[in-house]
C-alpha cells in the first residue's frame, strides 16, 4: 500500500519494541521502514539500553540522520531499601510477616502455572487459606486473561484498585507485567497504595535491571526485598577464540 510518511516517530518502551520486532523479521523491517522514513525518531524507556541503541544506528546508517543521547540522571531509586533474602522460603516468611503487619504486598516472581505445576496458583490458596480470606490474587499470562481479573494489565488503577478496595493485600505476578505498567501511577489517583515488594527469583534468567525495573511497578514503596540465586550465569565472551 501507500506508504504514510512522519515527520516524527515516538518508540515508547523502545527497549521491549527492539525486542519484539527482533522476533520477527518482516516486523523489524517493516519498523526499520517507518523510522528510516521519518524526520526524527524519539526513543524513550527508563531502561534504555543496547536493543534501543543497535536500533538507533540501523535508522542513522539508513537515512544518515544524526544520533543523540539525552540522559535522566535523576536516581529513580534513590531513598528506597532494598534488602537481599537468602532463601526462597525466607521471602515468603518475609511476607507473611508484613500482611501480618496489615501491609500490602506486591510479591513479582518469575513462576507460572503450567499444566503439570501450579505452582503460582498453589502460593495464592497457601495465603488465603492462612488468612482464612480471600487476601491474595496471582495472575500469569494465562490467568490474567480469564473474566476474572480482565483488565489488570491493562488497566491497573481500575482494576487492580477494586480489589484492594475490597481488601486484597497481596498481589503476586508472574513475568508477564515486563514494560509499560505501574500501579498508583495515574493523575489523580485516589486508590490504596502497596506498602512494600517481594521479588523471588528461582531461575536465574532476569537481568538485573529487570529485575530492578519490576521492583518499580507501584508508586510510593520504598521497602523491598529481593531474593536472587547468588550465582553468577555471566560469561565474557572476549575469554574465549571463536572456533574457526
Same mark, same amino acid.
Given at each position: 500500500g501507500e506508504r504514510i510518511l512522519f515527520d516524527i516517530v515516538y518508540l515508547d518502551e523502545s527497549e521491549s519494541i527492539a525486542l519484539d520486532a527482533a522476533w520477527k523479521n518482516d516486523n523489524h523491517n517493516y519498523l526499520l521502514d517507518i523510522c528510516e522514513s521519518s524526520t =526524527?525518531?524519539?526513543? #524513550?524507556?527508563?531502561? #534504555? *539500553? %543496547?536493543? /534501543?541503541?543497535?536500533?538507533?544506528?540501523?535508522? /542513522? *546508517? +539508513?537515512?544518515g540522520?544524526?544520533?543523540?543521547?539525552?540522559?535522566?540522571?535523576?536516581?529513580?531509586i534513590k531513598g528506597k531499601l532494598f534488602?537481599?533474602?537468602? /532463601?526462597?522460603?525466607?521471602?515468603y516468611t518475609i511476607a507473611q510477616r508484613?500482611?501480618?503487619?496489615? @501491609?500490602r504486598v506486591y510479591m513479582h516472581v518469575d513462576i507460572a502455572d503450567q499444566e503439570d505445576d501450579k505452582r503460582l496458583t498453589a502460593i495464592e490458596d497457601y495465603f488465603n487459606i492462612r488468612y482464612k480470606q480471600d487476601i491474595a490474587i496471582a495472575i %500469569?499470562?494465562?490467568?490474567? +486473561?480469564? +473474566?476474572?481479573y480482565r483488565g489488570i494489565l491493562s488497566e491497573p488503577d481500575i482494576h487492580l484498585k477494586e480489589y484492594l478496595d475490597k481488601g486484597y493485600r497481596l498481589f $503476586?505476578?508472574?513475568?508477564?507485567? *515486563? =514494560?509499560?505498567?505501574?500501579?498508583?501511577?495515574? @493523575?489523580?489517583?485516589q486508590g490504596k497504595l502497596f506498602d512494600a515488594t517481594v521479588g523471588?527469583?528461582?531461575?536465574?534468567?532476569?537481568?538485573?535491571? =529487570? $529485575?530492578?525495573?519490576? =521492583?518499580?511497578?507501584?508508586?510510593?514503596? /520504598? *521497602?523491598?526485598? #529481593?531474593?536472587i540465586p547468588r550465582n553468577c550465569t555471566y560469561v565474557d565472551t572476549n575469554d574465549y577464540e571463536l572456533a574457526t
Amino acid at each position: 500500500g501507500e506508504r504514510i510518511l512522519f515527520d516524527i516517530v515516538y518508540l515508547d518502551e523502545s527497549e521491549s519494541i527492539a525486542l519484539d520486532a527482533a522476533w520477527k523479521n518482516d516486523n523489524h523491517n517493516y519498523l526499520l521502514d517507518i523510522c528510516e522514513s521519518s524526520t =526524527t525518531t524519539l526513543m #524513550l524507556d527508563a531502561d #534504555l *539500553e %543496547d536493543l /534501543s541503541f543497535s536500533l538507533a544506528r540501523k535508522i /542513522s *546508517e +539508513k537515512n544518515g540522520n544524526d544520533l543523540a543521547a539525552l540522559f535522566n540522571r535523576a536516581s529513580h531509586i534513590k531513598g528506597k531499601l532494598f534488602n537481599i533474602v537468602d /532463601s526462597e522460603k525466607d521471602a515468603y516468611t518475609i511476607a507473611q510477616r508484613l500482611l501480618d503487619a496489615g @501491609k500490602r504486598v506486591y510479591m513479582h516472581v518469575d513462576i507460572a502455572d503450567q499444566e503439570d505445576d501450579k505452582r503460582l496458583t498453589a502460593i495464592e490458596d497457601y495465603f488465603n487459606i492462612r488468612y482464612k480470606q480471600d487476601i491474595a490474587i496471582a495472575i %500469569d499470562s494465562k490467568l490474567s +486473561k480469564t +473474566k476474572r481479573y480482565r483488565g489488570i494489565l491493562s488497566e491497573p488503577d481500575i482494576h487492580l484498585k477494586e480489589y484492594l478496595d475490597k481488601g486484597y493485600r497481596l498481589f $503476586i505476578v508472574s513475568p508477564v507485567i *515486563e =514494560t509499560g505498567w505501574r500501579y498508583g501511577g495515574s @493523575k489523580h489517583f485516589q486508590g490504596k497504595l502497596f506498602d512494600a515488594t517481594v521479588g523471588i527469583y528461582r531461575l536465574g534468567r532476569h537481568t538485573a535491571p =529487570t $529485575i530492578l525495573q519490576a =521492583t518499580q511497578r507501584c508508586v510510593g514503596v /520504598s *521497602e523491598h526485598y #529481593l531474593h536472587i540465586p547468588r550465582n553468577c550465569t555471566y560469561v565474557d565472551t572476549n575469554d574465549y577464540e571463536l572456533a574457526t
